[in-house]
């Protein structure tokens, strides 16, 4: 409204009273917000946080709205997309298979411990050995 150059006590009314019916609601926004995007593209609670504070949202209610993802939740989330990108590396090297399902976890705002633990157990589901894995990248 500022840049269609409403001025400042008319937009503070309207936004006034949008809050008291509930058509500006920040809470409900991020809460929604982070269930459609988690689900939808499986970000991480890392990266969900960073956008919706992008967004404007206040970190205080970003950061509530991003703990409504468990983590359970966030590791089978993880595990599905590692799940669903798994075949279409089945023609590379285990090395080079870990470094591209990292890299795509870590694209999407999953911790380094977590990105390796479901990568390795992904890939010896699927009949690779071998995956030793220093203790250190386990650590979330």
């Known amino acids: 409204m500022a ?18 019916v509930g058509l500006v ?34 970190p205080a209610v970003a950061h509530d709205a991003v703990q409504s993802v468990d983590p359970e939740q966030e590791a089978a989330t993880a595990r599905a997309l ?6 279409s590396t089945r023609r590379l090297d285990p090395v ?3 470094r591209r399902l ?7 705002g999953y911790p380094p411990g977590l990105a390796f633990r479901v990568v390795r157990e992904a890939l010896e589901s699927d009949g690779v050995d071998g995956m030793d894995l220093p203790d250190d990248f386990l650590a979330d």
């Open 3 to 20: 840049r269609k150059g409403v001025p400042e006590e008319v937009r503070d009314g309207v936004l006034d009273r949008f809050a008291d």
């Open 25 to 58: 609601d920040d809470a409900a926004y991020a809460k929604a917000w982070v269930e459609s995007r988690h689900s939808g593209r499986g970000l991480a609670r890392r990266a969900l946080g960073y956008e919706l504070r992008k967004r404007g949202v206040e």
């Open 82 to 87: 590692v799940d669903a990108r798994l075949p």
């Open 96 to 98: 080079a298979r870990t």
């Open 102 to 108: 990292t890299g795509l976890l870590a694209r999407k």
